[in-house]
């Protein structure tokens, strides 16, 4: 439900311009993966004292409803206090889970009215009944497919294979997979698949310079017809919720590279550090 669509018979905080007071989440909704759970805490922030005075007297509370269409989940949470805490079992949801967060009324509430409602609701009292909303804070959502404790490794939205077409001569790039495929050769594939290599920590800025940052900067120009894609959710999550990406947008194309190079932690910086370990380090080699 779109709450700036939907006209109630009363003043909501929230929605529209309906009561002259500040509400939203402080700081943002935190969803950590625990184990077989997903825990998730809300912070509710308003400045209304009508609805606070509501609050003290325990006749209306904090709601948060939590929704999945994939596995028709549903259940809501609800608080005495501004902080909303609970877990959801990571069993019982698939891709996106949506949460919207209310006050709602616990009781019949007799001739409302809120005296920082809109000039519209002068004179106007209302009576509320159980389950009524007061209080719109917002909504907010996360991907349950998305590994959240590894959103930063390399191998959540990409990995290499092997492109067993005998004919492929050069390498491609598969973006409508769950991660972006860079597909080698078998000859190159199998040089690479060897653990001396794929698995060698010093050869890892070389890989995100070349063959990660090139398939990267690929996909990222084809974002937006791949968006549904399980390796668009990851970055776009990273995107959406690191500083550092705040002032870029994927939808300019001259961003793009440097959104690459920060979600690979600067892998040409890293490149040239090694390189230059590699040239300082002393000769092994002994003279017999």
Known sequence: MRFNDVSFPHPVLGVGDAINSTIGFSPEPEILSEGNSYAISVMCEHNNPDIERLLQMGVVEYYCEATCSNTLFRDCFKSDNNQIKFEIEKKLVKGK?????????????????????????????????????????????????IKYEKLK????????????????????YDFSKSKIEVQLP?????IFANESISKETKFAPIFHSSIVQNALVSALYNFEANKDCLWAKVIDYRLRNEKQFASLSINENEDIPEIAQKLLGNPFKRLISELQVIVEQPNETEDY
Not at 124 to 144: M, S, T
């Open 153 to 172: 490794a390399v191998s959540t939205f990409m990995e290499v294979v092997e492109n067993k077409d005998p004919n492929a001569i050069f390498t491609n």
């Open 186 to 190: 078998t000859q190159e594939y199998m």
């Open 97 to 145: 889970v949506s949460f919207t967060c209310l006050i709602v009324a616990k009781t019949s509430i007799a001739n409302y009215s809120n005296s920082l409602s809109h000039p519209d609701y002068e004179g106007y009292n209302f009576d509320i009944e159980p389950g009524d909303v007061l209080a719109f804070f917002g909504k907010f959502e996360f991907d349950a497919d």
